[in-house]
């Protein structure tokens, strides 16, 4: 999502090769009929067209940081907090370009920035090792007030277990998470559970299939890591109580609930199954284990009798937490 110089030139070389072309073809065409030579003003509208979204991005970048987008991260984001210098200014402007290009609504739930910087951070944490990366699928996350069900319901009944989903069908391009959940999991007491980065690890892999891997993913890693999940999932360990049943589902959530752990308890991970957490900082190409442990007293989070970031008043245990988030 960045715009390097790099990458910024190689845009400008596109954009220039679109207006010479549109040069090319309204010659030949006002060659054959006089009155198209009008055409040769679209020339200066293609060579926006290529540069539309690269402009906007770098005027983006530029923006200054909010100071309070900068107290949410240091206060409730250890990756963040973790990082040095040069890599929190590029982890801000992947959040300021993310919640300029991805709506935030809240469905009968309020949002504040709060809220807003989580999803963003959320996005941010799974694709920060790649150089370059588009959510080509993502246009708007939905916040709602609690769980919800298989047909995307919030109203409090028996069914409503889901913390977290990418839309499907006619929510194509739409993800939906729970407002609870997503403050649980930077919470300081979350363990190895953060339904952002699970759902955006679910993106991550469905955009890798659509889209095709990063180059900082080795194609042998892939094949590794394919061969592995297929035989955990055909014969699945009773001795990995620290792996969740749930990952067991399928190939898609084994992946998203590793993806979990390894943002969130990269050293146990690492300490259980050394393989495994390798084969996740090769296909992620991140290395959680060695970057999270720089942060000695690891207070980042909310604090169960610290007041409910999402404006209720409330103490967070007796708010959000408890799954009790107001109703707008």
Known sequence: MIVTTEANRHNRKQAFVAAALTVWAAGLLGW??????????????AYWWVRRRHLRRIAVMQQPFPDQWEQILRTHVAFFEALDETGKARFRQLVQIFLDEVRITGIRTGIDETVRVLVAASAVIPIFGFHDWEY???????????????????????????????????????????????????????????????????????????????????????????RYVARELAHPPTH????????????????????????????????????????????????????????????HGIGRNEPCPCGSGKKYKHCCLAGNAPRV
């Open 240 to 299: 990995r109580a620290h792996i969740s049943a749930y990952a067991y589902t399928n190939e898609h959530e084994f992946f998203a609930v590793l993806a979990e752990y390894f943002f969130t308890s990269p050293e146990l991970l690492k300490r259980q199954d050394p393989t495994l957490y390798a084969m996740l900082r090769d296909l992620f190409h991140q290395d959680t284990s060695s970057l999270l442990p720089l942060i000695p007293s690891r207070r």
């Open 136 to 226: 080509h699928r993502l246009h708007e996350v939905l916040i709602y007030p609690d769980a919800f069900d298989d047909a995307y319901r919030s109203q409090g009944g028996p069914d409503e277990h889901i913390l977290g989903m990418v839309g499907l069908h006619h929510l194509s391009g739409v993800m939906i998470l729970s407002k609870p959940a997503l403050l649980e999991g930077f919470a300081r007491h979350s363990g190895k559970q953060n339904v952002g980065v699970h759902e955006f690890a679910h993106l991550v892999e469905k955009e890798a299939s659509d889209y095709g891997l990063p180059p900082e993913v080795p194609w042998m890693v892939v094949r590794q890591w394919v």
């Open 32 to 45: 054959i009929a006089p009155p198209l030579w009008i055409l040769l003003g679209l020339s200066p509208f």
